[in-house]
């Protein structure tokens, strides 16, 4: 009975679990080119003694019958065992700096297309305006004309001569309701696209934060799934060990084997997913990073949230309707409508300028040759609209037509406006509620995973329900980080619709997501 304990305890291996001083069996440990007997039980001990008890702990579970099961998952509790230390990795390039959400914003309105459409039409608007502005500025004109004549006379000799004519003019309007409520309505057309801009940014934002934590999203879901699998793994390993010494069965063998393929089926769904986030933020961001990405992540322990309920719905909506991008875009087509009607009006009114010129002509006809004419001008135009055949009329009736179309678009932009920030502000009340009741779940599976220990310790339960357990504690964990990040960026799409600045540039999130973390793709 001893040989076979010390045989069998030599074919597995003690190794660390997540908890301080707790090891786990690890069959995959025992490899043919160990340097001695204590490498190959994969564990250091400060003192004979303290490994003797270990491997007499291993030699009890063996005969064990709750283990009989399970033989490859013995669970020892010692302080005094150590990890074999692993070689150092070598020294390599200095690490980039980590890639925050508000750095991924800054490439992406440097690169992203839409934005960049937006920016270039609120430059044209932008001209737009200081083309309106022209027509109640100065216009001055100068002209200069220089000729060489040849003067036959009819019997006389032939006679050359040169001829020149310069002139300066000025035009100044005096009285252009017509251009005055042309540039009042580019301006409000400058203010639209202004918003309309806002509101490309604040997609933006909510792209580039969205992507950026179903990134770190599918990384903790891939990672989740690569621990259970390696676990899955060592049962496998174990079955197959313990077959030919009759405590496991070829149907346990193929079980295993069966939940081990299904588990890697799973990581690589899990892979899958965190590649194509990663190419979403790539592609949004304008950059093909390494083979190593740097982001920042939620710290595994700390995480803190303001235990105080969110502002009163009513108090949301109101700052949405004032400070909102859509809104404000929507309020610029009504005045700018309105600006329309004016000027379709101002066609029916009279316009007057001011006109002042000086013109210098030398020998200017053949009859004035060597003589030169200077003459100044001063006066006023007005012109006075009688008949346009309706023009007016028409276009005055179609720019109140649009004007209603803007005051029922803005009508509607409130409203929708309302029900999104009703929406944003739900969702973020029940992340909070999801929050505080995955803290309770994550709790207790942390006793579950205590009480199997115990159990195993006494007999009573196996180390299949230990692993059980762990398993259990890790998806509890993984879901607790999938509604801290649906947290943020339910509190993210808040703040945007009432038009934070603040919250809009990403800076905020990283309170919360300052752990660097590197994703190999």
């Excluded at 064990?64 to 692993?86: K, Y």
């Excluded at 608007?125 to 309106?132: N, V």
Aim: hydrophobic share 45%.
């Amino acid at each position: 009975m001893k040989t076979f304990a010390m045989s069998f305890c030599s074919a597995l291996a003690l190794t660390p679990t997540l908890s301080r001083g707790e090891w786990e069996l690890n069959p995959a440990a025992n490899l043919p080119f160990s340097r001695s007997p204590w490498e190959r039980i994969g564990v250091r001990a400060s003192a004979p003694t303290n490994l003797m008890k270990a491997i007499a702990l291993a030699a009890v579970a063996t005969i064990h019958p709750s283990f009989a099961a399970e033989p490859a998952l013995l669970l020892v509790q010692s302080t005094t065992l150590s990890p074999v230390p692993r070689a150092a990795a070598p020294a390599g390039p200095a690490a980039t700096a980590p890639l925050s959400p508000a750095a991924a914003l800054n490439l992406a309105i440097e690169y992203e297309a839409r934005y960049q459409a937006a920016k270039a039409t609120l430059r044209a608007e932008s001209q737009a305006l200081e083309q309106a502005r022209a027509g109640l500025r100065p216009n001055i004109a100068f002209s200069l004309n220089r000729t060489f004549n040849m003067l036959y006379p009819g019997a006389g000799r032939q006679q050359d001569y040169v001829s020149s004519n310069t002139s300066i003019n000025l035009r100044q309007p005096l009285y252009r309701p017509e251009v005055g409520a042309l540039v009042r309505q580019a301006g409000a057309e400058v203010t639209r696209q202004e918003a309309i801009l806002g509101v490309e940014r604040n997609r933006l934002s909510l792209d580039v934060a969205t992507i950026y934590l179903e990134t770190l999203r599918t990384h903790a879901e891939w990672q989740t799934q690569q621990s259970q699998q390696q676990a899955l793994d060592s049962l496998v390993v174990a079955a197959q060990r313990a077959l030919p010494l009759g405590l496991a069965s070829a149907s346990l063998v193929q079980e295993r084997q069966s939940k081990g393929a299904q588990g890697m089926l799973r990581v690589m769904q899990a892979r899958l997913k965190r590649g194509e986030a990663l190419a979403q933020l790539d592609k949004l961001v304008g950059q093909t990073t390494a083979h190593t990405v740097q982001l920042v992540s939620l710290p595994d322990d700390g995480f803190t949230w303001p235990a105080d309920a969110p502002a009163p719905l009513a108090d949301w909506q109101q700052r949405a309707r004032a400070q909102s991008p859509e809104v404000q875009a929507a309020q610029a087509t009504v005045a700018t409508a309105r600006e329309a009607i004016s000027r379709a009006e101002a066609g029916k009114y009279p316009t007057v300028d001011l006109l002042a010129g000086r013109s210098r002509a030398v020998s200017d006809t053949f009859t004035s040759v060597n003589n030169r004419f200077i003459n100044n001008s001063i006066g006023v135009q007005v012109a006075v609209p009688l008949y346009d055949g309706g023009r007016s009329n028409a276009a005055t009736a179609q720019a109140v037509a649009q004007l209603d179309r803007a005051q029922a678009a803005l009508e509607g932009t409130q409203r929708d406006v309302d029900l999104q920030v009703d929406v944003a502000h739900q969702l973020l009340a029940q992340a909070n509620q999801r929050l505080q009741a995955h803290q309770v779940v994550v709790a207790a599976n942390q006793q579950a995973i205590t009480a199997a220990r115990q159990g195993l310790a006494r007999g009573q339960q196996s180390a299949l329900d230990v692993l059980e357990a762990q398993s259990q504690l890790q998806i509890a964990l993984l879901e607790q980080r999938t509604t801290r990040l649906s947290l943020l960026l339910a509190q993210l799409r808040l703040n945007a619709l009432a038009g934070d600045a603040q919250w809009l540039s990403l800076v905020p999130l990283e309170t919360w997501l300052n752990q660097p973390v590197a994703l190999e793709r």
